[in-house]
């Protein structure tokens, strides 16, 4: 409860595991770490993983436990939240003081693409560019998106606006927010992409003069997000 109430307060989560303790264990993440990493992302809060004590792995004799730790971590968070890939994970030793400039790094980092914005008229651009690069099967199954336009940060979160009755599915929100991330570097923290029918008249409207168009109806948002960073202290 107290955990959550923290988190509730952050920007920015970072999520503190034990090298050793890794190492020791069949799991990376215990029960507690993992309703934290998800709670983090649910609650759409930036999330750092921090693996502290990497000194205790290292020479000839733990260089296995080593790559182990190395590996397994990134592989479970992906795992355990596979909603938002892309999550960074540092390897630290506090006693030794390594990794502390890379965990700023990357609490920045992510705090700043949790914060991002991007003007309509940039993204419309973009979506256009996106939607004539992308070949479908059925040219009578391509999603019609009049209007695509940022609703809030923190975290980002987007509208599609639609023609009529016409519905996005998953493999179209997929491709739109992967296309969203790589273009745009917003890889890691979580993206929300909603969609919204426009009537008739939005559509007269917006053709006329290129005003923002009312919605009628807001669907659930879908989270995505693309590859994995890991940085090595």
């Given amino acids: 409860m107290q955990s959550r109430k923290h988190l509730m307060r952050a920007h920015v989560v970072a999520l503190v595991l034990d090298a050793q303790e890794i190492a020791q264990e069949k799991r990376s993440m215990k029960h507690a770490e993992v309703v934290i990493a998800r709670q983090a992302v649910d609650e759409g809060r930036g999330l750092v993983v921090i693996v502290n004590k990497m000194d205790l792995l290292r020479g000839k004799r733990n260089s296995a436990l080593y790559e182990k730790v190395m590996q397994a ?87 599609a606006f639609v023609s009529g009755k016409t519905r996005l599915s998953d493999t179209d929100i997929r491709f739109l927010t992967r296309s969203l991330k790589e273009d745009f570097n917003l890889g890691g923290i979580p993206v929300r992409i909603m969609q919204r029918s426009m009537s008739r008249n939005d559509e007269l409207s917006s053709s006329s003069n290129s005003s923002k168009p009312s919605s009628s109806r807001a669907v659930t948002a879908r989270t995505f997000s693309d590859k994995r960073t890991v940085a090595a202290a």
């Avoid at 949790?114 to 009578?140: E, F, G, I, Y």
């Fill in 73 to 159: 971590v990134p592989e479970e968070i992906q795992t355990v939240i596979p909603q938002v890939t892309g999550i960074p994970v540092v390897f630290t030793s506090a006693l030794e003081g390594r990794g502390k400039m890379a965990v700023m790094h990357q609490v920045i980092d992510t705090y700043e693409k949790w914060c991002s914005r991007l003007p309509t008229a940039r993204l419309n651009r973009w979506l256009r560019k996106v939607m004539s690069r992308h070949s479908w099967k059925d040219q009578a199954a391509k999603p019609k998106i009049k209007y695509f336009t940022q609703v809030k940060a923190r975290p980002p979160t987007f509208v």
